[in-house]
């Protein structure tokens, strides 16, 4: 399937607001891509498809989940919010066929990031955070960031996350801590050299 049949199937699945969202996170991608060198075919790719369940409701997420193999931690069965990244990720291999699993791991891990991420993980992860449509307080440093250095503005999107989710007293995805713990630590060691 080409680029326009997966964003026509997207844009079927969620209102407007969402769309315009998905378009522009897959435009930003593609900048942060050719920026830092990535795949943009790739990242397109992923930016699209990253919220494609977002508005699927939670039975039909599960089955999505189930259908893919997947098995969920008992965090994750408790936190609905993560879902979506879970079940966007089966969403593609299971009904679009999509078998990348650089694009597939990306769509999964662009809420909550992880260690280990890949190229491709930091660009979607990035560009979620640094969208056009994106307007919460801290986004235009998110944006400086983001053109500075792309594993600065990953530690800095954890960072925001982090901090959002503990003052809400919410519980934080392990690979949310292991991933700041790793990007952390990196730039620990670059600092020393």
């Known amino acids: 399937m080409g680029y326009k049949l997966y964003e026509d199937i997207i844009s079927q699945r969620m209102k407007a607001a969402r769309f315009r969202h998905s378009k522009n996170v897959a435009k930003e991608a593609v900048r942060l891509a050719k920026k830092y060198g990535a795949d943009p075919a790739k990242a397109e790719l992923a930016g699209i498809l990253h ?18 193999g997947i098995e969920l931690s008992q965090m994750e069965r408790e936190s609905p919010k993560l879902w979506h990244a ?41 560009a979620d955070f640094t969208s056009a449509d994106r307007d919460y307080e801290g986004v235009d440093k998110m944006r400086k960031v983001a053109d500075r250095s792309l594993e600065d503005a990953v530690l800095e999107g954890m960072s925001f996350t982090i901090a959002e989710l503990a003052g809400r007293k919410v519980t934080i995805a392990p690979d949310t801590f292991a991933g700041y713990n790793e990007m952390a630590e990196l730039r620990s060691k670059a600092k020393n050299k």
């Open 51 to 68: 919220d494609a369940t977002k508005e699927t409701g939670e039975e039909e997420q599960m089955s999505l989940i189930a259908r893919a």
């Open 86 to 126: 879970i079940s966007g990720s089966a969403f593609v291999q299971v009904v679009l066929g999509i078998d990348d699993r650089e694009v597939i791991d990306a769509i999964r891990y662009h809420t909550t990031g992880r260690a280990g991420m890949t190229l491709l993980d930091k660009v979607i992860f990035v």
